[in-house]
């Protein structure tokens, strides 16, 4: 069904065929509960028992929610390796006027899961797409880690292979918002490793793990510290993890203070700027490079 989507919006174009169409039906993005099922609101029920059909990460995992709902509501794939091919089939389903849930295996769809496409390519053919929301991971996780929530971002999943996850760390490492990522059990602690190396070990950091499910965890302290508590715990390694750092504060300005001037007054007096202030880094402790901008603006004067 490759392409379907467009050759659908084609024929609708088309006012004396649309007129078959005597109205479209609704796709609904239902969230359901991360761990927790007492999470399930009472609105994501009646839209999943409602709808003609539920578009579904994994028909097995879903089929397990339904059951114990008492929800007798067909189910069809939707993953991350059909969503594109088998998008046109919902969309027919739509057009023709039947309600369509959209569902992932667990919290909102869409959120470092399948479901884009779909979303995407019925907005596109103007079907109406209703979200009823519900259980995030990563909101649950920030709402409990302590950490500012103002202002946050949200990288998902880091590449798997070191090299590739160092480079995206590195490029946030002077990221001011609170940073939130998902991590696979079995890479949290390499990852750790390389946060460490990366933003510092002292970078406070929260891991929420199992989230809503029996052996939940909230654990905060610094990167360093979270690093080896999770290397002599091998229960920390598993389950679902959401991981949050602390953005980057920006140092304070340094300053040169009055006793240091005049030490660099003195050398200034016999040597040139740039080994007058190597030499004033050596006797005060400061910052050589802010020595010489120093240095540079008492010759100026």
């Known amino acids: 069904m490759a392409g379907a989507g467009i050759g659908i919006q084609c024929v609708l174009s088309d006012p004396g065929i649309k007129e078959w169409f005597v109205s479209l039906g609704t796709l609904y993005v239902v969230a359901t509960p991360i761990g927790n099922l007492d999470d399930i609101s009472v609105r994501a029920q ?3 028992r409602e709808v003609a059909l539920i578009a579904a990460e994994d028909t097995r995992h879903s089929l397990r929610l339904l059951q114990h709902f008492g929800i007798e509501t067909p189910l069809a794939a939707c993953h991350e390796h059909n969503e594109r091919e088998q998008g046109g089939r919902f969309l027919a389903r739509l057009l023709a006027g039947d309600d369509v849930a959209l569902v992932s295996d667990a919290g909102t ?19 109406a797409v209703v979200p009823v929301p519900g259980p995030c991971a990563l909101i649950a996780g920030l709402s409990a880690a302590g950490l500012p929530s103002d202002r946050f971002i949200f990288e998902g999943f880091l590449p798997a292979k070191t090299v590739g996850r160092r480079s995206r760390l590195e490029a946030l490492r002077e990221e001011p918002r609170t940073l939130i990522f998902y991590e696979a059990p079995h890479r949290l602690l390499e990852c750790l490793q390389d946060m460490a190396e990366v933003f510092g070990e002292e970078r406070q950091a929260v891991l929420a793990r199992e989230l809503t499910k029996t052996f939940e965890t909230i654990k905060g302290i ?60 050596e006797i005060t402790g400061l910052r050589k490079n802010l020595l010489y901008q120093a240095a540079l603006e008492r010759k100026a004067e």
């Open 222 to 281: 610094p990167l360093g510290e979270l690093r080896d508590w999770v290397a002599a715990d091998s229960n920390q390694q598993r389950g679902e993890c959401v991981l949050l750092l602390a953005g980057w504060e920006a140092p304070e300005a340094e300053g040169v203070d009055s006793e240091s001037l005049r030490v660099l007054d003195l050398l200034l007096a016999e040597l040139p700027v740039k080994r007058a202030a190597a030499l004033a880094a």
């Open 109 to 127: 769809p869409l959120i470092s899961d399948p479901g884009y496409h779909l979303v995407r390519q019925a907005r596109a053919a103007g079907i």
């Open 46 to 48: 009646r839209t999943l």
